[in-house]
Nanobody
Framework: VQLQASGGGLVHPGGSLRLPCPAS????????IAWFRQTPGKERKGVSC????????YYTDSVKDRFTVSKDNAENTVFLQMNSLKPDDTAVYFC??????????????????????WGQGTLVTVSS
């Protein structure tokens, strides 16, 4: 499966962005999908994910109640809706996929090592 994240840009604090991650080659129903983000000099960190099994979702604490992950099967696309953005959300955002049934275990998101397929990153900058 090929992934391509997009939708990044410059937004003021408190603003919103929606990042699409369309897939090609295979249907997203076959994968658990995650969003990671990375800032310069830091490791890639999980933000949110949606499991292949039952579409169960997970959010890291820092984005709960602000971000929403969803999947549109007709468009074969996963979305990350980001509201109430903060400067700390500034990062390059990546979508990733792996064939496992769940994307989190014991209330912890599976790490980037699990993910086999990655899209290119998209830069989100939150600044006034």
């Amino acid at each position: 499966v090929q992934l391509q994240a997009s939708g990044g840009g410059l937004v003021h604090p408190g603003g919103s962005l929606r990042l699409p991650c369309p897939a090609s080659g295979r249907t997203l129903d076959e994968y658990s999908i995650a969003w990671f983000r990375q800032t310069p000099g830091k490791e890639r960190k999980g933000v949110s994910c949606i499991s292949r099994r039952r579409g169960a979702t997970y959010y890291t604490d820092s984005v709960k109640d602000r971000f929403t992950v969803s999947k549109d099967n007709a468009e074969n696309t996963v979305f990350l809706q980001m509201n109430s953005l903060k400067p700390d959300d500034t990062a390059v955002y990546f979508c990733a996929a792996f064939s496992g049934p769940v994307c989190y275990v014991n209330n912890s998101m599976l790490g980037s090592d699990y993910y086999e397929y990655w899209g290119q990153g998209t830069l989100v900058t939150v600044s006034s």
